[in-house]
């Protein structure tokens, strides 16, 4: 005999306790849906407290909102609960796989491979001019790379839009310990988008 589920906990700030999650009822994330979007920002899947509050990257501790303002790929500061707002500032936000999970090794391949599948097209309806991996992980899974370089720009393409990685932002990922060793990449990033954005506007000079 199962015992019966516990109701979720509140806490006066964070409104739902991680602990307390039941990844089956978690909610589905939205996408935040650019057209041709400056930037595409693309998470392997949702965890536990994203899950439970509905919004993107908003575990504790989690400081991907602070890089983006950090980096300068977003003028002001956006708290998690204010994801939608990226699209203010061309960027668009999904996820590879929508499933909750208390860690990405819960997918399973199947997951994965229909993920795979929808955001190609995603990317062919949005067509973003850069598409970035969150998670040097997520980028080989993507593309069945074993081994090799990590963060940066990379040769790979999808339908038109150029690729980017930059380490998974969990304070978690032992290869990027600090802040600043994941800033690095966050700007890095904002460089070669805007760098693209420029060459886009001197092309479309010269067409004119």
């Known amino acids: 005999m199962t015992s019966p589920k516990r109701p979720a906990t509140r806490t006066r ?17 939205r996408d935040v849906v650019v057209s041709a979007p400056r930037l595409l920002l693309v998470g392997i899947n949702p965890g536990l407290r994203s899950g439970a509050v509905g919004h993107h990257f908003a575990g504790n501790g989690n400081p991907f909102w602070r890089l983006l303002h950090a980096a300068r790929l977003t003028p002001v500061l956006i708290d998690y609960a204010e994801d939608q707002r990226l699209a203010e500032f061309g960027i668009a936000l999904t996820n590879l796989c929508p499933r909750t999970t208390r860690t990405a090794a819960e997918l399973t391949r199947a997951e994965i491979a229909r993920g795979h ?7 062919g309806a949005w067509r973003p001019a850069v598409v970035a991996f969150v ?14 370089p990590g963060p940066g720009p990379k040769r790979e393409r999808i339908a038109a839009s150029r690729v980017f990685v930059v380490p998974n932002p969990s304070g978690l990922n032992a290869s990027f310990p600090g802040f600043d060793s994941k800033l690095i990449w966050f700007k890095r990033l904002r460089v070669f988008v805007d760098r693209l954005a420029r060459h886009g506007r001197q ?3 010269a067409v004119d």
């Open 13 to 29: 700030k964070e409104g739902l306790q991680v602990a307390s999650i039941d990844p089956k009822e978690a909610r589905r994330l």
């Open 203 to 205: 092309a479309a000079k």
């Open 117 to 123: 599948v929808v955001l190609e097209r995603k990317i």
């Open 135 to 148: 998670g040097v992980s997520l980028y080989r899974t993507y593309f069945g790379v074993a081994d090799g």
